[in-house]
């Protein structure tokens, strides 16, 4: 079955330090691939898609690529801010019908000033 | 409208009491769902609504009972839960065909079961 697995947590990083997150996933076919964020005590917002191979999808200087070769679609930013400290989900969808939205176990990010 | 929105946004109810969870979209999405969150655990699926007919269970205990009156409108019946049950539900909605252009979410119901 489909499966996502992200690098894990918690990171912290100072303001301005590049940001990587890293996501792998498992999956037949050609799934669409998303970055969600979750801030303390919301629910989930989109930060960014990508729906195939070599898309770049970006957003608020986030930015990732689907990349088939490695079934990868880490998660970049040049210059963190305190603001975007979150917990981070990469998920995958298949294209058939409404399905499951299949998650990765989350990346805790923290900015200090 | 780009929003989904769930009431309430905080719940607290015995184990003997019956409560809804609500949630409604405007962005003609024909598909939505409900997701179960635990502190620090990402979403888990329980139900998907496709044309306002129940298209995945995943396998939820019968004291949650999913119901979709209209296209706009996904409740969650509530009955005789368990402290266990105590998390954030979290409604979603997403066209049919072309899920690659996103999944919605709803801002979550904090449930609190005492």
């Known amino acids: 079955g489909n499966s996502v697995t992200q690098m894990e947590g918690p990171v912290t990083l100072s303001e301005e330090a590049f940001l990587t997150i890293n996501c792998t996933y498992t999956?037949?076919?050609?799934?669409?691939l998303f970055w969600y964020v979750q801030y303390p005590g919301e629910g989930l917002q989109l930060l960014l898609k990508a729906t195939k191979a070599d898309d770049k999808g970006s957003n608020k200087g986030f930015e990732a690529t689907y990349r088939k070769e490695t079934t990868s679609f880490h998660l970049e930013k040049g210059s963190v801010q305190v603001s975007d400290s979150a917990v981070y989900f990469c998920a995958l969808s298949g294209i058939q019908g409404a399905q499951k939205l299949v998650f990765g176990q989350g990346t805790r990010l923290t900015i200090n000033p | 409208d780009t929003e989904v929105t769930q009431t309430p946004k905080h719940l607290v109810m015995g184990m003997t009491n019956k409560k809804s969870l609500k949630c409604e979209q405007h962005?003609?999405?024909?598909?939505m769902y409900w997701y179960k969150q635990k502190a620090k655990k990402p979403p888990e699926l329980m139900f998907v609504y496709s044309y306002e007919k129940l298209s995945i269970n995943e396998s939820v205990p019968s004291r949650f009972s999913p119901e979709c009156p209209n296209s706009s409108l996904l409740n969650l019946h509530l009955h005789a839960l368990q402290p266990e049950d105590s998390a954030l539900y979290l409604c979603a909605s997403s066209q049919v065909r072309g899920t690659g252009k996103g999944y919605t979410f709803g801002s979550g119901t904090r449930l609190t079961v005492v």
């Open positions: 962005m003609g999405h024909r598909a």
């Open positions: 999956a037949t076919g050609y799934p669409s």
